[in-house]
DNA sequence: GGATTATTAATCGTATCCGATCTAATCGGA
DNA sequence: TCCGATTAGATCGGATACGATTAATAATCC
């Protein structure tokens, strides 16, 4: 894992890895929202997806992948399960029935309006710097997907 | 989720989201690890409980689990399938047996001190910023278990 | 225009995560 | 000492992730 270069030696500690860092901090997320998403009934990841598709409507399923870094395997049962709450409608666009096309319902529409969540800027912490962390978490893990397509 | 403050009001867009950066962030890791985890035939999470254990010996896995993050009904099958691969050995403590205790076989350390994926730092371009991205990120996950843990 | 190739979702198997529950072992107070 | 409470792991069911494969539809090429 990617050690500090300051630690590099003999320290193999976790809290030198910043993989780790960042795998515990997603953990720590998924348990701060859990009790908000759990009062709508939406898992942590579900919610995203919502999120994703109430900036737009009608989108596929790969478009929708390609914003959450996931595919099809990942998203079809989740999509499912969001239609079968009544938050979202799939169906096969007539112009390329290989195509799924996404849109939320007013019910998802409206759930999404309540903007959840909002609270919990204040658990971060970060005060002031919270842009900048976003920022770079964003970039790190946009530079880490660039290295790991670049060998492919 | 915690948007932005700068932020708040209409564009509920994904980028805005602190918590999606890590999540995605997480993603890449996991993706970027792959490649050299694969050639040892070891899975993400796998690794990172290999590390934690060779901090030191002899822990029992509530302990592991406080370092990770992470509790018996994850670490259990993960653990055993360590055992399985003869990296590490599982033993019930004779003065309590109520505890596992866990240490590294000769095969398990030998695979930890190939340091895969020093070469990772690199590939995520974040050069001297490294080691402030790392302690912030972990300084943001301490947060949030914190808040979180609060309002038990 | 028919065969080949490519694309899009869906499916399947494996490995996490997590809440809830269970069992065995230990502890503590009357 | 005896019994209820506590503790440590393990088990189970639901929900992600992800590689590999498949089925259905579209595009392409000769």
Chains 1, 2 share one sequence.
Do not use: W
Request: proline share 4%; with cysteine; aromatic share 6%.
């Amino acid at each position: 894992m990617a050690r500090s270069p300051k630690t590099a030696g003999k320290g193999r500690k976790l809290s030198n890895f910043l993989c780790f860092a960042v795998y515990s901090a997603n953990l720590a997320f998924g348990r701060a929202y859990k009790p908000l998403l759990d009062k709508v009934g939406l898992t942590y990841t579900q919610y995203i997806a919502l999120v994703a598709l109430s900036d737009e409507d009608e989108q596929t399923v790969s478009a929708l992948g390609e914003k959450l870094f996931l595919e099809s395997n990942t998203l079809t049962p989740i999509l499912k399960k969001l239609e079968q709450m009544g938050l979202i409608k799939r169906h096969r666009d007539p112009a390329d029935e290989r195509q799924v096309r996404l849109s939320l319902t007013p019910a998802g529409r409206k759930l999404i309006e309540q903007d959840l969540g909002g609270s919990l800027i204040e658990a971060t912490g970060l005060g002031d710097d919270f842009p900048v962390v976003q920022k770079t978490v964003s970039e790190l893990r946009d530079n880490l997907l660039r290295a790991t397509k670049a060998d492919d």
